[in-house]
């Protein structure tokens, strides 16, 4: 061997060697790497493991307080017409069917109507669903049979209406379902369609990544997700949407974590709640829980196929999808999620062809809410601060049941916005609708745009009363009653008073004098002159203490033109007087809210209904008589000739220089309280009765009114008195006034 090739030998050996140590060391760097790699992934898992198992188990859903309007009472005798049921039902979604299947649903059957109600937490409990007819006979209902009972019961109710969420600033908006609460149908669809192993897998299926693929293509688009129903929950849980490999490992890693952690009905109730299906303007709707009502109005239990795989097929993309924006793109991945529902047998084909055929048949956006009311809203907003201070609670399932009337606030935003649109632009309006009996606001509307959620006048402008001011001080009088009685003399006749703004000389509003006139006709025709007489004899201190009485309670500094209504009260200050004038004497503070409960339905807040008497059954009688007559023949006899056979009590208010129109009047169960006027407090040209009776009027032509009936207290008689004296007078006397009187024991006067 040469000496070259010697040198060429040892040189490969060294090479060899050079080689070999180069590979042991990349093998050992390798292995080094990996178990550094491993370690920190162990590490990082440790890490992930803890922090999600903590989050997920201390997860707590943002549940944006629900408020609902008051649940409809159904009893025999109610004032209560067919057409006004069927209102409620259409307004709760409830469809009219030929025959009942389940609950949601309700037939007619001449002047009866059968209903499957649905089972329903109320204020006071959770109801089953339960099946009742209800027949009526003369606007009323006449009785109540209770299928399950078989026979007649006292009562029976519908389950309230969800009329808002109050949202967080965090926007997200949802309703809570537990699983088991979800019908069978609806679990099987979701799982068919976006993650059939879910029950098998250990949250990440490479399996459903190649099915998925494979599906896809035989459709030509998408219809199946590759990612797990746990990979979609950790991603909407505890991700962001953005698309790039680390979130992806992170999803996997997390879905593994969920699933070793925890079972796969948690998994599942918790995407439930979670996924995200649309967006209601700011707020993000998610699950499916709400999910179904924000589409279809109801709840998941009483959707049909099209329905519910309308709501599956939104799992995929709740913008891209959306039904309202893009029929024709949603309609087509419903009918596929329906085919395949079909393929694997979930759906028959009968079924299948009657589902694709259907429309979408989405509701309105906000329908879902079913009361567009923000001053009602605004007055249950207020109450909330002084029995829920701390705001953060508002976000954890609370139920806020309120007074709000369906039928009433949409009959007073109807007759806001018919009138207003026959009379100037400028003109606003207020209306306070209340259960005066119960002591609670039925509807609110604050301005003539009745959803514009703005300035409320029902609650926030102080404007000047005018004549609505009267009864007040007319009860201070009919409460003495060995001073006073609806036959005492009043002198009508020209009066000029000093005041330290000079001479004030008030008229009557036809700048006529009568003379002499009982107190009934001074004040059913609403007289100015004598009612300053009167206001003179009592004093200003008696109608500031009447005021107080009844309900107000600021303090007024009052000048003698107070005695006509220069005094500046809200349309709610004005419905608490009349609350407590309407309800015999008895005076309750106005609520919104009856009741709050919890997460799991304990009751946090309830309201007690404290009633006092506050002016004697007997006087407020007689005040009742005299605004009976205002209704009649006085300042407000339109309504006779509106609604014959009908009582009515009321009164008619108009502000100096006519700047202001107020009518407040009562039936039987509903005190109304409207002011009319312009926002620069400029001249209207309306009086009481031209302006605010007319939306008096208007509202109880949409909702029928139970005419007014007052049983006549024991302490109240017939008394006969003279027309020239007004003193009561014998038996025998002639040019008496027949007049219901408070029984006194003063002697009778001799006859004039």
Not at 550 to 562: E, I, K, V
Request: with cysteine.
């Amino acid at each position: 061997m040469t000496d070259k090739t010697k040198t060429t030998s040892r040189t490969k050996k060294k090479a060899t060697a050079k080689t070999s140590g180069f590979g042991r060391y990349l093998l050992w760097l390798s292995i080094k790497l990996s178990l550094a790699v491993m370690l920190a992934l162990g590490i990082y898992l440790i890490y992930l493991d803890s922090k999600i198992t903590q989050l997920f188990s201390n997860h707590q859903y943002e549940v944006p307080a629900q408020v609902y309007a008051r649940s409809l009472e159904l009893k025999p005798g109610k004032n209560l017409t067919q057409g006004q049921l069927l209102k409620e039902l259409e307004l709760l979604q409830y469809r009219k069917v030929d025959k009942l299947t389940g609950p949601g649903q309700y037939q007619t059957k001449g002047g009866q109507v059968i209903i499957y109600r649905r089972s329903a937490q109320f204020a006071d409990g959770f109801d089953e669903q339960e099946v009742f007819t209800v027949s009526f006979g003369a606007g009323r209902v006449a009785s109540i049979y209770d299928h399950q009972l078989k026979k007649t019961v006292n009562k029976a109710r519908l389950e309230p209406q969800l009329i808002h969420h109050l949202v967080s600033k965090q926007q997200e908006d949802r309703e809570l379902v537990s699983l088991q609460d979800v019908p069978e149908k609806i679990k099987d669809a979701l799982l068919t369609v976006e993650d059939r192993d879910f029950y098998q897998h250990h949250g990440v299926s490479l399996w459903s990544v190649l099915r998925a693929f494979w599906v896809n293509l035989q459709a030509g688009r998408t219809v199946q997700g590759g990612s797990t129903l746990t990979q979609q929950l950790a991603k909407n849980m505890y991700l962001t949407e953005d698309k790039t490999l680390i979130r992806k490992v992170n999803e996997a890693l997390i879905a593994l974590i969920l699933d070793y952690r925890y079972s796969k009905d948690e998994i599942l109730e918790a995407y439930l709640n979670e996924i995200f299906v649309g967006q209601f303007h700011n707020n993000a709707v998610h699950g499916f829980g709400l999910g179904s009502k924000f589409y279809f109005g109801k709840p998941l239990n009483e959707l049909r196929p099209a329905e519910y795989a309308l709501l599956i097929a939104l799992v995929k993309g709740p913008s891209y999808y959306d039904p309202r924006r893009f029929g024709a793109r949603a309609k087509d991945r419903r009918d596929l999620v329906l085919r395949v529902l079909r393929d694997e047998q979930l759906l028959s084909a009968a079924d299948y062809q009657a589902a694709v055929e259907q429309p979408l048949a989405v509701i309105p956006m906000g329908q879902h809410l079913k009361a567009k009311a923000p001053a009602y809203l605004d007055a249950v907003k207020r109450e909330l601060k002084s029995i829920i201070p701390e705001q953060d609670r508002l976000q954890s399932g609370l139920k806020i049941y309120t007074y709000m009337d369906p039928q009433a606030q949409l009959a007073a935003e109807e007759a806001v916005r018919q009138r207003l649109s026959a009379l100037s632009d400028k003109l606003e309006a207020a209306m306070v609708v209340t259960d005066y009996q119960a002591g609670s606001y039925k509807a609110i509307v604050g301005g003539r745009d009745v959803h514009f959620a703005g300035y409320n006048r029902a609650l926030d402008a102080r404007r000047q009363i005018g004549s609505i001011v009267k009864p007040v001080l007319y009860l201070q009088a009919l409460s003495r009653p060995a001073e006073f009685s609806l036959a005492t003399v009043l002198d009508d006749s020209p009066i000029s008073l000093r005041t330290s703004q000079g001479p004030w000389v008030p008229k009557n509003f036809d700048k006529k004098f009568r003379g002499n006139v009982t107190l009934l006709q001074s004040l059913s025709e609403s007289l100015n002159v004598p009612t300053v007489r009167l206001g003179l004899m009592l004093g200003l201190p008696a109608l500031k203490s009447g005021m107080q009485q009844l309900g107000l309670q600021r303090d007024l500094t009052l000048q003698p033109s107070a005695f006509l209504g220069a005094i500046e009260l809200t349309p709610a200050e004005v419905a608490q007087l009349y609350q407590t004038i309407a309800n015999k004497g008895k005076y309750q503070q106005l609520a919104a809210i009856e009741a709050i409960t919890g997460p799991q339905s304990q009751t946090i807040y309830q309201r007690r209904n404290i009633v006092q008497q506050r002016i004697t059954e007997e006087a407020d009688y007689l005040l009742q008589y005299a605004m009976q007559q205002a209704a009649r023949s006085g300042t407000a006899k339109s309504l006779a000739t509106q609604f014959p056979g009908i009582r009515f009590a009321g009164k008619t208010g108009t502000s100096s220089d006519h700047r202001d129109s107020w009518f407040t009047g009562f039936d039987h169960e509903t005190s109304v309280t409207i002011w009319l006027g312009r926002d620069d407090n400029k001249a209207i040209g309306l009086t009481g009765g031209s302006g605010a009776l007319t939306l008096f009027a208007q509202y109880f032509r949409q909702t029928p009114p139970n005419s007014l009936f007052r049983a006549v207290p024991v302490d109240v008689t017939l008394g006969r008195f003279s027309v020239f004296s007004g003193q009561e007078v014998e038996d025998y006397c002639d040019n008496a006034l027949i007049l219901p009187k408070i029984i006194t024991r003063l002697p009778l006067s001799d006859c004039d």
